[in-house]
């Protein structure tokens, strides 16, 4: 039985948060991106990419509640860590920085590592992390649970970026569904669709919001990453559930109501593709919005094959949630310029 918005904000609002994120983010709608679509399909973008700290992004939505655990636990040091451009890593870093907290990543040393400090990984560095970087064979989670030992040992109450906040990141994001319909209200709009890079805690928040608000909505993921689409479905469907209990929400989701493929993915994980890099380029160059080579413009690209596909009808209204990840551009430099074929065009006289 759906629930009013009042009384899921108040569900939400139980919970501590840290006021990191820049709350709300902006919807913009995009009519130049939209024409350049053929113009019949609305395109709005929720900018989770600019929360606000250290270059945004939809961690720091989580943030403020997952640390707000942390904090109310007496936690003096965060552990957490992905890939070496992990935009999660980067914003637990600003995060901690701005909470007075020692941070430490543990992220693996894969090829853009290997290819020196940039990106993500300098404004790591630049935020004062301690960056342990796991070469191959060696287990994240394992070297992730001596940090605790190690840091408990130097007297820190270490707080292991977990489930618990995957959960508490998802609560967040039935916070953004309510953030949604109070802006496309004010525009005098609805939405058919809300669409997001996500194989995890974001779409499954904004599923759950859905769900419980009653919505006439599709939500639709593109997830970032190869993998079985059952499993991930399943996976999903979980985390929402955890996160439907931890608000006492009667509403739970199942795996078959949820939609999420790994279809726009390319080659694999962290590697451009063609699709993704010419939604990087029309966006930036029609709305002046960037998106990031690893997920949304995937995701984007998603969006834009289903618009033209019709699978997205004539008519709909699709709110696109940016998730961030705008510091891998320079990350990915090398195969931006190649497919660009930009020019420095010289004025000698």
């Known amino acids: 039985m759906a629930i009013t918005c009042e009384d899921l904000q108040a569900a939400i609002d139980r919970f501590p948060r840290t006021e990191l994120a ?16 053929g113009g019949k399909v609305r395109v709005m973008v929720k900018r989770d990419d600019l929360t606000g700290l250290a270059f945004g992004g939809n961690k720091t939505r989580k943030f403020d ?15 957490t860590g992905a890939a070496s451009q992990s935009n999660h890593a980067r914003q637990a870093a600003a995060a901690a920085a701005r909470l007075g907290m020692k941070c430490v990543l543990v992220n693996r040393h894969d090829h853009r590592s290997q290819m020196g400090i940039q990106g993500n990984q300098l404004l790591d560095n630049i935020l ?4 342990r970087l796991v070469v191959d064979g060696v287990n994240q989670n394992e070297v992730k649970e001596r940090v605790v030992e190690e840091l408990t040992a130097q007297g820190e109450k270490p707080y292991l970026i977990g489930q618990r906040a995957v959960v508490l990141g998802t609560v967040a994001y039935v916070g953004c569904v309510l953030e949604i319909l109070a802006q496309l209200e004010a525009m005098d709009a609805q939405a058919d669709f809300i669409c997001t890079a996500s194989g995890h805690g974001t779409h499954a928040g904004l599923a759950l919001g859905v769900k ?38 009667d509403v739970r989701l199942r795996a078959e109501e949820l939609e999420n493929t790994d279809a726009y993915v390319g080659e694999n994980y962290g ?24 997920y949304t413009s995937k995701a984007m690209s998603g969006v834009i094959d289903r618009i033209q596909t019709g699978e997205i009808p004539e008519g709909s209204t699709v709110v696109y949630v940016h998730t961030g990840g705008n510091p891998a551009l320079f990350a990915y430099a090398p195969e931006l310029i190649s497919h660009g074929d930009y020019r420095q065009n010289l004025v000698t006289s």
């Open 128 to 131: 004062g992390a301690d960056i």
């Open 271 to 294: 590697i451009v593709t063609e699709a993704g890099l010419n939604a990087l380029h029309l966006l930036a160059r029609t709305e002046g919005i960037l998106l990031d080579p690893v």
């Open 22 to 37: 820049d709350l709300p983010t902006r919807l913009d709608d995009c009519p130049r991106f939209s024409e350049a679509l």
């Open 212 to 249: 419980v608000l009653g919505l006439p909505i599709r939500t639709q993921g593109f997830s970032p990453s190869k993998g079985d689409e059952a499993q991930r479905k399943v996976r999903l469907a979980e985390v929402a559930n955890e996160a439907a209990e931890l608000l006492e929400l």
């Open 65 to 79: 509640l997952a640390l707000g655990d942390a904090v109310a636990q007496g936690a003096t040091a965060i552990i």
